[in-house]
């Protein structure tokens, strides 16, 4: 059964209004007493959520998320986890676009202060070099919960995926498929989830005993064709890599067409690999071998994270960093004699 | 020169109060009045904005946009192309999905009555028997902007495409392509755009003197797997189809499932074309012949014509329906001889 604010007043010794001051983390209540009233509210049950139900008329009941783009197939599978929670919940969801610009995603950020959204769910855009935006949002009592593309500092809750395994496992692959040379594709290089999946691939190369060559990273840009050009150049070079690791979808795609155009055949002259949600994956020619992110359930966990941080049902101080696991998907792009057909 | 709220005025012999709350369509002016002042106002070239400014005040500055589903490359990019619009004029974005469920699109837009929001932003659910809900809404002052799934009654504004057009012209390519039984893939029939990109498909056979075969009319479902074994069962039979014409992008991408699963060859066996905005479709095996929407342009009219409502920059009575041209894109899908390569 239940326990009711009362209830929780009383066992307590506590006037209802300050228990009610204390769940709701009020600075008129004593560190020392809103610990105790957590610890009984735990050890009682008590269910805050009908308590968060009465709180909701001084809340907008309104989430914002923050990512770089929408037209994205990770991004936007994100946001329909995020978006299947806020609807069990009850929240209602604003989202924001950074377009990759750290000035947007600070001045979009500034705004959420002041009682506009309870929490806030980010995904960094590739030109963030600070996060103070983001400290200054959390220490005006907004939680904020970063997904994919995470500060470095554990100051925050974060959701991510198995980054540097995924990265030695791709590589790892490749170089069984029989690739000694084996490009990096990379954009927004100073993100920590950039750093980890190469650190990945540098990491696959040292096991199995291939030179690191520097010129195999290709700094890549949000310039489609100007990343089309960049890899003909490459792929047309006598010393040109004889597989591709792409750490971002959008890379694959423009290896896929800068191939076609220099008609370089894959698998068979250009082995590739790709970070991708792409639905279509296994109807390309050929069909592309990829690691698939848990975008669905990222959005799904990040929103619950948030909502318990929001309504105070996560009572702990531990900072959540959830983990998910990709999935490595081998298919024609990869494979070391190609089998016929999709 | 602008001109400001006093000089409007004085220009027209009425209090500012008066003008101003003409200006906001208060129910206490009378139509006569309130027409006297759209007139001088655009007469004399009034500037609404520094009045929709102030205003603002009492307004959330916020839409909301209401949507079948995001993770679908045209619903995202309408969503980009939106965002765009409201970043620029300083709007948030609250996005909903209805999941194709009529009762989860009523509730959601029952919530936005109140103030919550200036203006929605629709997309009809395939599951929508009634629009009352947003008659409700906009009798409440709120406006309603439709895009690509409109309701047929004329009695909103909305963006759409020329679907009759390009369901005549996507089906006469297949004639000429040398198809004689065009089987028609469909969802969510008794929508207005389904319907009207079938009367194009029906007048395009009447043209080429093709009877009409009901069975060439595939009713599909949200179901990716049962659409898949449906496909194969029709695909399997004697009198199968030698093109298939997909309303939907969804579908045809099940085509090329069911065929890869039953070894039949695209397009030697069986020619496609469909409504798609997908990104890859030059990469596809075949390449994917399809019929694009500007899916970001639609995106971006609408935001722009619900906000010239919200803010009453838009003077006159009429309701716009703006319609867009889609692109017909031929690929080695429906190639009468397959070309080599993408």
Chains 1, 2 share one sequence.
Do not use: W
Request: hydrophobic share 40%; proline share 3%.
């Amino acid at each position: 059964m239940s326990v009711n604010l009362k209830k929780l007043s009383e066992e307590l010794g506590l006037s209802i209004s300050s228990v009610s001051k204390a769940l709701r983390d009020s600075y008129e209540i004593s560190a020392e007493t809103k610990k105790r009233v957590m610890e009984m509210a735990e050890k009682l049950n008590y269910q805050p959520n009908a308590f968060a139900r009465g709180l909701r008329k001084q809340k907008s009941i309104t989430i914002a998320v923050v990512i770089p783009e929408i037209a994205n197939n990770f991004f936007s599978l994100a946001i329909d986890g995020i978006q299947m929670i806020a609807q069990q919940k009850g929240y209602h969801v604003l989202t924001y676009l950074s377009h990759e610009d750290a000035q947007n995603e600070e001045s979009t950020v500034k705004h959420l202060q002041g009682g506009r959204v309870d929490g806030v769910i980010i995904s960094l855009c590739g030109d963030s070099s600070s996060v103070k935006h983001l400290q200054a949002l959390q220490a005006s009592g907004v939680p904020v919960v970063f997904f994919d593309r995470v500060p470095e500092s554990g100051e925050f809750p974060t959701i991510t995926t198995d980054d540097f395994d995924c990265g030695f496992r791709a590589t790892e692959h490749m170089l069984l498929a029989g690739c000694r040379r084996i490009a990096y594709l990379r954009m927004n290089g100073h993100l920590s989830i950039t750093q980890k999946r190469m650190n990945g691939y540098l990491e696959a190369l040292k096991k199995y005993r291939i030179p690191f060559d520097p010129k195999m990273v290709v700094e890549c840009t949000n310039d489609n064709n100007g990343n089309i050009e960049l890899l003909k150049r490459m792929l047309k070079l006598k010393n040109r890599p004889d597989g591709i690791f792409a750490s971002v979808e959008k890379l694959a795609i423009a290896t896929y067409h800068a191939c076609s155009e220099i008609n370089l055949k894959m698998p068979e002259q250009l082995k590739i690999i790709s970070f991708s949600n792409l639905r279509t994956a296994s109807l390309l020619s050929p069909s592309l071998s990829t690691i698939t992110q848990p975008a669905f359930e990222i959005g799904r966990e990040a929103a619950t994270l948030l909502i318990q941080m929001i309504e105070k049902k996560n009572f702990s101080n531990r900072i959540e960093q959830i983990v998910l696991k990709s999935n490595l998907i081998e298919r024609n792009s990869s494979r070391k004699r190609a089998k016929a057909g999709l």
